[in-house]
């Protein structure tokens, strides 16, 4: 997934913990860094530290969704906001061409491929997300007649990350098992040839791994083998 940040633009959540910066420092404009003013790291750290004193405040459901709706930029949401950054070069290459090869294979079946625009919803715990690439079979579900939020995907894919890597493994896999309809989670690296899918087994898990570009690994949910050369075709793991 993309690295998930504090703070992006520091005034788009007043009622989540992000700080409205203006009010710390009035001679900046709203939702503005100083730019030539400190280094990035100077930022951060006064930003890091102003935001541990500041107590979070609980965001409903429905006030994420009813500002996500209108943001600029995504966010995620777990009782709290987690707003999203940019990814790489090769992490981006991995996600274009996941979704070209799967588009392709189901474009004559009844499955779906989504990109990371399309959000997630898991209703058993109140999970927001936007996966890097989702796939849903048969009759799609959404939360509502918005149709931007899917809550019925069969599988999620992931492309890991340096910043990422830990929460796409343990807390986010950990909220998505609960999704009802979700057979396969898949897990791709950005910093080497690796690729793991988890595919449900009744109330178990069972892991899957392939490494090289000459493995494959399959998807059993829409009977399907990723050809690793595939995924990384054309990938600059440097970048």
């Given amino acids: 997934m993309p690295h998930r940040v504090l703070c992006v633009t520091l005034n788009t959540y007043r009622r989540a913990y992000f700080c409205r910066f203006t009010e710390c420092c009035p001679s900046t404009r709203r939702g503005t860094f100083l730019k030539g003013l400190f280094s990035e790291a100077k930022i951060l750290s006064s930003l890091i530290i102003f935001m541990s004193a500041v107590p979070k405040t609980y965001v409903s459901e429905e006030e994420y969704l009813a500002v996500e709706r209108k943001a600029e930029r995504k966010s995620e949401y777990y009782k709290e906001i987690f707003a999203l950054a940019g990814a790489s070069e090769s992490h981006n290459s991995i996600v ?4 070209a090869v799967l588009h392709s294979f189901l474009k004559e079946k009844p499955c779906k491929v989504y990109p990371s625009d399309l959000r997630v919803y898991n209703k058993e715990n109140g999970l927001y997300t936007y996966p890097d690439v989702s796939i849903a079979c048969g009759e799609r579900k959404f939360l509502d007649n918005t149709f ?31 999704i009802p309809s979700l057979q396969n989670y898949v897990l791709i690296s950005s910093m080497e040839v690796l690729a793991e899918v988890y595919t449900r087994n009744g109330d178990s898990w069972i892991l899957t791994t392939a490494k090289g570009l000459d493995s494959e690994i399959h998807i059993n949910a829409i009977n399907y083998n990723l050809q ?5 075709a054309q990938v600059d793991l440097e970048k």
Avoid: H, Q, W
């Fill in 96 to 99: 274009s061409n996941s979704i």
């Fill in 148 to 178: 931007d939020t899917l809550v019925n995907p069969t599988a999620i894919f992931e492309v890991l990350s340096p910043s990422t890597e830990d929460y796409d493994r343990g807390t986010k896999f950990k909220r998505y098992r609960s």
């Fill in 228 to 232: 690793l050369k595939d995924a990384y």
